[in-house]
């Protein structure tokens, strides 16, 4: 799996909790959030880096403001990825959050992630 760094916890609980101990893990710098037009090229390269040692790959990103980026080039180079348009959304399902959140375009979701590295995420390099 390569995941955004911000869900690695999340993603370790799950492979933990699923006893799947085959599953390895790459998280990719969640800093990368701040610049979404570099999400899509990190993630092709590490793709590209563990194709031949991985029997399959799986993306753990929502689209993270790619505009489509990540998803197509996911689906060129044969790879799943999570559907949704950012982890918010698909940690509650897309059609709930669409449903309940979809006339909240000024909310910022303050995550447990976000609340441990808000200096870094927020303050310093937003200003």
Not at 32 to 45: E, G, Y
Not at 54 to 68: E, K, L, P, S
Not at 80 to 109: L, Q, V
Request: proline share 4%; glycine share 8%.
């Amino acid at each position: 799996m390569i995941a955004c760094g911000a869900l690695a916890r999340e993603t370790l609980a799950i492979t933990k909790g699923h006893g799947w101990p085959h599953m390895d893990l790459t998280c990719l710098p969640a800093l990368l959030h701040n610049s979404p037009d570099k999400i899509t090229v990190t993630v092709c390269a590490w793709v590209t880096k563990h194709r031949d040692s991985h029997q399959n790959i799986f993306v753990v990103y929502a689209d993270c403001g790619t505009g489509g980026r990540l998803q197509t080039t996911c689906d060129d180079m044969g790879v799943k990825m999570i559907a949704s348009p950012h982890c918010y959304s698909f940690y509650e399902g897309n059609d709930r959050f669409c449903d309940e959140y979809a006339n909240e375009t000024n909310t910022f979701y303050l995550t447990d992630f976000l609340v441990r590295q808000l200096d870094t995420f927020v303050w310093k390099p937003m200003g």
